[in-house]
Every structure is written in C-alpha cells, then in structure tokens.
C-alpha cells in the first residue's frame, strides 16, 4: 500500500490495477448476492473501485489498512448493491435473483443449497458466505461488518447449527 500513498503516478497506477486485477472476482462475487445480474454486477464493481481510486492521491488521502483489502471492498460493493438494487426496484424485472443465490455450473444437477441458505437469517448467512464462500477470516469478518468479533463467532455457530439440525441438509448430505 505504500506506493498507492507515496510513490509517483505511474506507480500509483500499477499500484491500483494489481489491486483490481486481484480483487475484482471478490467484488463481483459480492455483487451477484445482492444484483439480479452479471451486467448489475459490473455496475457495482465500477463503484466499488471508483471508491477505491478516490483514496488514492493526489485527489484522496491515501490508504492505511488495519486489516485486509477484502474488509474495506465488502461494504463498499453490499452498499453499492443494495443501493442499485433498491433503485432498481422501481423497474421490475420477471427474472430477478435473490439474493446470496449461489451460481452453478451448467454441468451441475439441481441443488438445495441455496433454498437451504435462503432459510438462514440474513446475518448469519451474511457471515457464513464470508468465512466459507470468501474465505474472509473471522477478525476481517468482524471488521468488514463492523461488528465484534464474539459476535461473529456467535452468528457462525448459530448458521452451522441450523444447518447440521435440518434434515434437507441430512438430505444432501446422504447418499
């Protein structure tokens, strides 16, 4: 990060594009959880990193991280998201997605997972897609929801219980 804060333009530049050729599929991921579309997402990846640029100088004040990269992009990109789709809602569309829809494959069968997901409150489906779809650490959890890190541990336990006591989980998870 210190080149984005210190060096000269150009180093600025190589600075940002490796940070959005590293993280941008974390952006667009987030994204599809919220948006009802790949070209939404794309909107949403365009805010969130015109966010991002706007730290950086000579216009922004630079970027001290007290954690990962990912917990700073996490509530930029969900806002954004919501924000576009909140706008969006004014205009409905027949195919929506719902949100935390997980995508899959044309080769995969037909899955539950996202209906089972779908039944978690939205805190604790927010906090397990994180962990284990993000693969975000608990303290970079707690800090890209800016929340306390006992209470993330709680919401995760809580998600893994539901899921380990319904039986459409036992359903998948046999033979």
Do not use: W
């Not at 009802?36 to 991002?52: I, M």
């Not at 992009?73 to 924000?83: E, G, I, M, Q």
């Amino acid at each position: 990060m210190d080149i984005c804060n210190h060096g000269d333009a150009r180093d600025a530049a190589k600075a940002f594009e490796t940070l959005y050729k590293r993280h941008k599929d974390f952006v667009i991921r987030v994204a599809l959880r919220f948006v009802p579309d790949n070209d939404s997402a794309l909107d949403v990846l365009q805010e969130t990193f015109t966010y991002l640029l706007r730290k950086f100088p000579p216009t922004g004040p630079g970027l001290t991280l007290t954690a990962s990269l990912t917990s700073l992009l996490y509530p930029v990109a969900r806002n954004s998201a919501l924000t576009l789709r909140r706008k969006s809602d004014r205009f409905p569309h027949s195919d929506d997605v719902l949100p935390d829809d997980l995508p899959t494959s044309p080769n995969d069968g037909p899955s539950d997972i996202p209906a089972l997901l779908r039944g978690l409150p939205d805190e604790r489906r927010e906090v397990l897609m994180l962990r284990f779809v993000d693969d975000l650490s608990l303290r970079d959890i707690a800090t890209a929801l800016d929340i306390p890190l006992g209470t993330v541990k709680s919401r995760l336990h809580l998600a893994l219980k539901t899921l380990r006591e319904s039986p459409e989980a036992r359903k998948l998870l046999s033979p």
